[in-house]
C-alpha cells in the first residue's frame, strides 16, 4: 500500500510538472499576427524542418521555401497590388509575382528574394509616424474587439477596416499585425502600435518616430 502511494504521488507530480510547462507556454503564445520569430531561425514544434519560424531578411527567399518570412513576403507583394497567396509556402504565383516586381524596379529578374530586392520593396513602402500604447489599457476591449493583452501583436489606424494586414519595417525588422482599433490622436501620427508590436519591431524606446510600411490590398 505505501508503495502504491508512493508511486501516485509521483504519478500526479510528474503531471503537474507537465501541466505548469504547458501553462507557461500558452501564456506566452497571444498576440495577432507576427512576421518574427528567433532570430536564428527555428522549426515548428512538429520537427518539419522544411518550415522556418524566421524573420523576412533572415535568409534569400525562393521557390520551396516555406515559412513565416514567406508569408511576411506575401503580404509585401500584396501590398504592390500582385496576386499571391497568403499563405507561408513559396509556390509558382509567388516566384512569378516577385519576378514582375523585380522586373519593374530594375532588380535582376530571378524570382529570387535577395537583398537588393528586400531594399527595393522597402523603398516603396511609405513613410509614416507612429506611436505605442499598451500600459494603463490592458484588458480593455479594442475598437475592433479584441481584449488588449500584453502579448497582443496588433496597430491602430483611424479609417482602415478591422482586420487590414499591415507591414512594418524598422531598422532591419519585419513585423507583420493587423488593425484591432483605433487611433492614434496625436497630431501627425498615423500608427499606434501595440507594446507587443513595438518590442518586435525595436521600436519600444523611441516612443515615437518614422517607419515603413505596406498596407495588404
Known amino acids: 500500500m505505501k508503495r502504491r502511494r508512493i508511486s501516485f ?6 503531471a503537474g ?3 505548469g510547462t504547458t501553462g507557461v507556454a ?3 503564445s497571444g498576440g495577432v499576427s507576427t512576421g518574427g520569430g528567433s532570430p536564428g531561425g527555428s522549426t515548428t514544434p512538429s520537427g518539419d524542418t522544411t518550415y522556418q519560424r524566421i524573420g523576412f531578411g533572415k535568409r534569400d527567399l525562393r521557390r520551396g ?4 518570412d514567406v508569408k511576411t513576403l506575401h503580404w509585401l507583394l500584396l501590398a504592390q497590388s500582385l496576386g499571391v497567396p497568403t499563405g507561408r509556402d513559396f509556390i509558382g504565383k509567388t516566384e512569378k509575382a516577385v519576378r514582375s516586381f523585380q522586373n519593374y524596379v530594375g532588380v535582376n529578374t530571378t524570382g529570387v528574394v535577395k537583398k537588393s530586392t528586400r531594399k527595393a520593396i522597402a523603398k516603396r513602402m511609405a513613410v509614416n509616424k507612429a506611436t505605442w500604447y499598451g500600459p494603463g489599457f490592458w484588458d480593455n476591449r479594442t475598437a ?3 481584449t488588449l493583452k500584453p502579448t497582443t501583436i496588433g496597430v491602430a489606424h483611424k479609417e482602415l477596416p478591422c482586420g487590414t494586414r499591415v507591414t512594418f519595417a524598422y531598422r532591419g525588422h519585419w513585423v507583420r499585425a493587423k488593425v484591432i482599433d483605433r487611433g ?3 497630431a501627425g501620427y498615423s500608427w499606434d502600435l501595440t507594446k507587443k508590436l513595438a518590442k518586435r519591431l525595436g521600436f519600444i524606446d523611441v516612443g515615437a518616430g518614422s ?6 490590398k
Open 144 to 146: 475592433c474587439g479584441q
Open 17 to 19: 510538472l507537465c501541466l
Open 211 to 216: 517607419l515603413r510600411v505596406a498596407v495588404a
Open 26 to 28: 500558452m501564456a506566452g
Open 65 to 68: 521555401n516555406r515559412g513565416d
Open 184 to 186: 492614434p490622436y496625436n
Open 9 to 14: 504521488a509521483l504519478a500526479a507530480l510528474t
